[in-house]
């Protein structure tokens, strides 16, 4: 038999991605030593080295995790087509497994591939929003810590602020100012609409969080922006019609407000 980091090197797979077969989606059961660490056998190790084969080839680990040795041989063999809407699941799949393990140099492998497979716009429709969905509803069902909610925001705003920065200095669009008001700190949004208006050939100007509605009138004047884009998620209704009213107060007739987020 083998031990994790072995059976790990022999099948391609880190240990983090090796426990999470073993504990969420039982698709091995190794032994144990005494002291309780786990033990591959050859038979393990092949059931593994199959299941991913099959990941590659677009199957979701969840539809297969359970399917007797023949079956997933016969499906990697035969490399039986999916949908784009399984490929996206499957990939998914992938990276919220590795949130799960806080294993943040695969989490950073998996998104940065499809980054750079997609691009900024698809990347943000395709696989971070509904990433976003996915992790708000594991972590309000208890099934998601806060410490992997955090590494996964963190990254992908991360990614995000990178893709703006040097796709807006290439771009020749009317400028639309993006922020939020004081006391509201959720962005994720925010960058994904400025990256969508930069697909639709506009010059996002992010700012991100925080700003007071001062400073966002003088910036769209020093600008000369044509739109502010302001991110409403968790900010107080009364606070937000407050902070709106002043806005439209302040900026010029002919300069749009767009609100968006949750407490648009």
């Given at each position: 038999t083998y031990p994790l980091r072995t059976a790990a090197r022999l099948t391609v797979l880190s240990p983090e991605l090796g426990r999470a077969g073993e504990r969420r989606y039982r698709a091995v059961r190794p032994g144990r030593t005494p002291v309780g660490s786990p033990r591959y056998t050859a038979a393990d190790l092949e059931r593994l080295r199959l299941l991913k084969e099959a990941v590659d080839a677009g199957h979701r680990i969840g539809e297969i995790a359970i399917l007797p040795a023949g079956e997933l041989q016969r499906r990697v063999e035969t490399r039986q087509p999916v949908s784009s809407q399984s490929s996206i699941a499957h990939r998914l799949d992938e990276i919220v497994v590795a949130l799960s393990c806080?294993?943040?140099?695969?989490?950073?492998?998996?998104l940065s591939l499809q980054l750079s497979a997609l691009g900024p716009l698809r990347f943000a429709r395709e696989i971070a929003h509904p990433l976003v969905q996915e992790i708000g509803e594991r972590w309000a069902g208890q099934r998601?810590?806060?410490?992997?909610?955090?590494?996964?925001?963190?990254m992908l705003a991360a990614m995000f602020g990178s893709a703006l920065q040097h796709g807006a200095a290439a771009t020749p669009g009317p400028r639309i100012v993006f922020a939020t008001p004081p006391g509201e700190r959720h962005e994720l949004g925010l960058q994904m609409a400025a990256l969508a208006a930069l697909g639709a050939g506009a010059k996002p100007v992010y700012l991100g969080l925080e700003l007071p509605a001062v400073e966002l009138v003088?910036?769209?004047a020093a600008t000369d922006a044509a739109a502010l884009a302001l991110g409403l998620v968790t900010i107080p209704a009364e606070e937000a019609r407050r902070i709106v009213t002043?806005?439209?107060?302040?900026?010029?007739?002919?300069v749009a407000l767009w609100l968006g987020g949750a407490g648009a």
């Open positions: 806080l294993d943040a140099a695969e989490l950073h492998r998996l998601l810590g806060i410490a992997s909610e955090h590494l996964a925001s963190g003088a910036a769209v002043s806005l439209r107060v302040g900026l010029p007739a002919d």
